[in-house]
T-cell receptor
Framework: GQQVMQIPQYQHVQEGEDFTTYCNSSTTLSNIQWYKQRPGGHPVFLIQLVKSGEVKKQKRLTFQFGEAKKNSSLHITATQTTDVGTYFCAGGRIKAAGNKLTFGGGTRVLVKP | GAVVSQHPSRVICKSGTSVKIECRSLDFQATTMFWYRQFPKQSLMLMATSNEGSKATYEQGVEKDKFLINHASLTLSTLTVTSAHPEDSSFYIC??????????FGQGTRLTVV
């Protein structure tokens, strides 16, 4: 079945530094979504990428979808303590009813002040 | 976006008992809803697709007789964990959303089986 791999699993970042988390799917995706989950909370939608090679920015966050629609990345610049949490990518399946997503393993981000 | 209400947020039950979790889509008519399970410090694993008016579709390895799903209306899906055991302790969360759009998640239910 479809697998979505995400690296790194953990990211310890010094406040102010940049980092990137990467997402790779075993199959071509209809879309890739990114979510952020704080400890004890539920996933909160960040963004969706649909087009091959698409790049979207949200303030300090830059999201990219690969040309083959099988990989994606999230780059955060000037990390702040509010960026703490787990970032998940989730791949949308091409032949699936509704919004069926396969989640990556997540990158757990800790920020050192 | 859709507002999804999940209840209860936390439940503790004795081993061998059954627990029902409700997922309500408050402002969105959902023909499909999705149930995920998340163990501590792990990812969300899709358990099943809840289909309004028909049988749920279970992912490989998920026991349909243990995790009963009912989707009787466009706004309500229920997940019943039957004969719960300590290894069923987990964070269960539902989502709704149209195809190729963002998923809206409920608040999740933390189940502890003692």
């Amino acid at each position: 079945g479809q697998q979505v791999m995400q690296i790194p699993q953990y990211q310890h970042v010094q406040e102010g530094e940049d980092f990137t988390t990467y997402c790779n799917s075993s199959t071509t995706l209809s879309n890739i979504q990114w979510y952020k989950q704080r400890p004890g909370g539920h996933p909160v939608f960040l963004i969706q990428l649909v087009k091959s090679g698409e790049v979207k920015k949200q303030k300090r966050l830059t999201f990219q979808f690969g040309e083959a629609k099988k990989n994606s990345s999230l780059h955060i610049t000037a990390t702040q303590t509010t960026d703490v949490g787990t970032y998940f990518c989730a791949g949308g399946r091409i032949k699936a009813a509704g919004n069926k997503l396969t989640f990556g393993g997540g990158t757990r981000v800790l920020v050192k002040p | 976006g859709a507002v999804v209400s999940q209840h209860p947020s936390r439940v503790i039950c004795k081993s061998g008992t059954s627990v029902k979790i409700e997922c309500r889509s408050l402002d969105f008519q959902a023909t499909t809803m999705f149930w995920y399970r998340q163990f501590p410090k792990q990812s969300l694993m899709l358990m099943a697709t809840s289909n309004e008016g028909s049988k749920a579709t279970y992912e490989q390895g998920v026991e349909k007789d243990k995790f009963l799903i009912n989707h009787a209306s466009l706004t309500l899906s229920t997940l019943t964990v039957t004969s719960a055991h300590p290894e069923d302790s987990s964070f269960y969360i539902c989502s709704v959303g149209q195809k190729n759009t963002e998923a809206f998640f409920g608040q999740g239910t933390r189940l502890t089986v003692v």
